[in-house]
């Protein structure tokens, strides 16, 4: 019989990078932080070209898994909001509405706001994908996501983000999800991505920087007037996915236009098929 063996209390489990890992106390530092800061490794000039390989690794990994994902949406928001929080039913909504709208769902795959939308898009029947990211305090993927990867590098995380979604939704949250929308909002701004739809859900909470965007920037010159239309600002999660779904009607990416062209074929499929039926009806009862 085999022995009874239980995991060692003092060690916990711990990603780094896509490796899970049984160990004691919290890592010191992340790949990130190696990468950024000048350390004092004289063999540096050795350490990096090894990185070079490993970031590589990272965006192979990511263009293999995600080459075949239809047209999504990725919801950007907090990973401190918990279940029970109203802005998690929110959040669960959203994944919802999305996948009944066609699209599947990619948060940043963590807890809080990041698992809200996973959990709606999973128990709606729809695709849930979790790009996760390597934090001392965040150390795994969200158990509603169903096709996850696991970053080092932040930097090739959100260019997973950019070119395998076609809008943004960006529900509360703190210094992680401001990150991500001024980067997309800057990467529109500048026509560095197509212009695609950016949505922010809580008129409230986001007031205080939308009145600050108009005021400073903009009165001052710093951004253009016009770049206050770059995005939504709504409470309604209906009028989020309403407005996403009109945009994409005129816009030009290929998994948008292969999306309609299936729905047109089927369509003209379905209304050939009735007329078929109905003319054998006719004949038949002549």
């Known amino acids: 019989m085999a022995p009874n063996i239980t995991p060692t209390p003092d060690k916990s489990r711990m990603l780094r990078g896509p490796i899970l890992l049984r160990t004691a106390g919290e890592q010191s530092s992340t790949y990130d932080q190696r990468l950024l ?14 990185r070079i ?21 990725t919801v950007f928001g907090s990973a401190r909001i918990q279940e029970g929080h109203p802005w998690y039913a929110v ?60 970053f080092r590098y932040f930097f090739a995380r959100k260019t997973m983000f950019l070119k395998y979604s076609q809008a943004f939704i960006c529900l509360p949250g703190g210094f992680g999800t401001l990150d991500e929308l001024f980067e997309v909002l800057c990467m529109v701004q500048t026509g560095k991505v ?31 007037p016009d770049d206050l239309d770059l995005f939504l600002v709504t409470d309604s999660v209906d009028e989020a996915v309403s407005h996403i779904v009109e ?40």
């Not at 949505?199 to 001052?220: C, K, M, N, P």
């Not at 990416?253 to 098929?273: F, P, V």
């Open 247 to 286: 945009a994409h009607k005129v816009m030009t990416d290929g998994r948008l236009s292969r999306h309609a062209q299936d729905q047109r074929y089927t369509e003209e499929r379905s209304s050939h098929a009735k007329a078929e039926a109905e003319q054998r009806a006719a004949d038949s009862s002549e």
């Open 37 to 50: 800061e000048l350390g004092s490794d004289h063999d540096w000039q050795h350490a990096d070209p090894w």
């Open 91 to 150: 959040g669960c909504e959203l994944g919802e509405k999305l996948v009944a709208a066609d699209y599947a769902v990619i948060t940043g795959g963590g807890p809080g706001l990041m698992e809200a939308p996973n959990r709606g898009a999973h128990e709606a029947g729809g695709l849930s994908v979790g790009l996760g990211i390597e934090l001392p305090h965040e150390q795994h993927l969200n158990d509603w996501v169903d096709l996850g990867l696991n």
């Open 53 to 73: 390989l490993r970031i590589q690794g990272e965006f192979v990994s990511g263009f293999d898994a995600l080459a075949h994902m239809p047209k999504a949406v």
């Open 194 to 224: 197509t212009n695609y739809p950016i949505v922010l859900i809580g008129t409230e909470f986001w007031s205080g920087l939308i009145q600050w965007l108009t005021d400073r920037l903009a009165a001052e010159g710093l951004i253009s």
